[in-house]
């Protein structure tokens, strides 16, 4: 590993890991699509038409942010996961390690694409929402950071992950096993102030369910816990996920082996 920056190694691992997901493009981007568009047309055209507004906001518009969040976390935990994954299954992580790139640049490289490819997604994702709800987003640039910032804490989370795992299995056990149904019971579908006691507490436990309310408060203004706290502890998790990669790093925990 070099101690200074490397732009164009950096560059080089980002565009790579880009050009890979985009080569997989069905399976990686109109398939998650695909999935959420069921979600609105069951939840938000069908079952929405005769649910009661949630907050003074309409049903189907109300499920847009925890849907978003769905899709988000899973597939920048995959993606990136997987990214880090292959190269070591392969053998190639050596030559990544020899290279003149530093922690800086792979991160940069695998977690920069990772989390571009969720922002992309998310972006359709809005856009196919247009054809089945209406909705406004009150404060769209504290929107774009927030997800933005999401999409990077759970792109640090699925590199961890990819360097863990030693097998293919084990790389979906936590977004499908743990990220989806913690999403699910995250107030997805329900706000968590509706929920009598102790099951608003026991979500409360949940820390997915943070996540999705600070990122409904930048849609509509509401929010089951203050944005603050939602902010707060994905800022906390960014960076505890940024200082197990350096320490990984620093030790050559699994890349060595």
């Known amino acids: 590993m070099s101690f200074g920056f490397n732009a164009?190694?950096?560059?080089?691992?980002?565009?790579?890991?880009?050009?890979?997901?985009?080569?997989?493009?069905f399976q990686s981007i109109l398939s998650p699509v695909l999935t959420t568009s069921l979600y609105f047309i069951v939840?938000?055209?069908?079952?929405?038409?005769?649910?009661?507004?949630?907050?003074?906001?309409?049903?189907?518009?109300?499920?847009?942010?925890?849907l978003l969040m769905l899709t988000l976390l899973g597939e920048t935990t995959s993606n990136?996961?997987?990214?880090?994954?292959?190269?070591?299954?392969?053998g190639t992580i050596y030559e990544l390690?020899?290279?003149?790139?530093?922690?800086?640049?792979?991160?940069?490289?695998?977690?920069g694409a990772a989390a571009t490819k969720g922002l992309l997604l998310a972006g359709i994702?809005?856009?196919?929402?247009?054809f089945f709800v209406d909705y406004e987003i009150k404060y769209p640039l504290f929107a774009a950071l927030y997800i933005m910032l999401i999409a990077a804490s759970f792109s640090l989370f699925g590199f961890i992950l990819g360097i863990w795992a030693d097998g293919f299995e084990k790389l979906g056990i936590i977004p499908l096993l743990i990220l989806t149904p913690l999403t699910f019971?995250?107030?997805?579908?329900?706000?968590?102030?509706?929920?009598?006691?102790?099951?608003?507490?026991?979500?409360?436990?949940?820390?997915?369910?943070?996540?999705?309310?600070?990122?409904?408060?930048?849609?509509?203004?509401?929010?089951?816990?203050?944005?603050?706290?939602?902010?707060?502890?994905?800022?906390?998790?960014?960076?505890?996920?940024?200082?197990?990669?350096?320490?990984i790093f620093k030790t050559g925990w699994r890349l060595r082996e």
Do not use: H, K, Q
């Open 8 to 25: 164009r190694g950096a560059w080089s691992i980002y565009t790579r890991e880009l050009m890979r997901a985009l080569r997989t493009a």
């Open 43 to 66: 939840f938000g055209t069908v079952i929405g038409a005769r649910m009661e507004p949630v907050d003074g906001v309409a049903y189907g518009a109300f499920i847009i942010p925890g």
């Open 80 to 90: 990136s996961s997987f990214g880090i994954y292959m190269p070591r299954f392969t």
């Open 97 to 111: 390690l020899s290279a003149p790139v530093g922690v800086a640049e792979t991160l940069i490289g695998f977690v």
């Open 125 to 130: 994702i809005l856009v196919t929402a247009t």
């Open 185 to 247: 019971l995250g107030g997805t579908f329900y706000s968590i102030d509706d929920l009598p006691e102790p099951w608003n507490s026991v979500a409360l436990a949940n820390p997915i369910a943070f996540l999705v309310s600070g990122l409904r408060w930048t849609f509509y203004g509401t929010s089951d816990v203050p944005i603050e706290l939602s902010l707060g502890l994905t800022l906390g998790f960014l960076v505890i996920c940024t200082a197990i990669i350096a320490f």
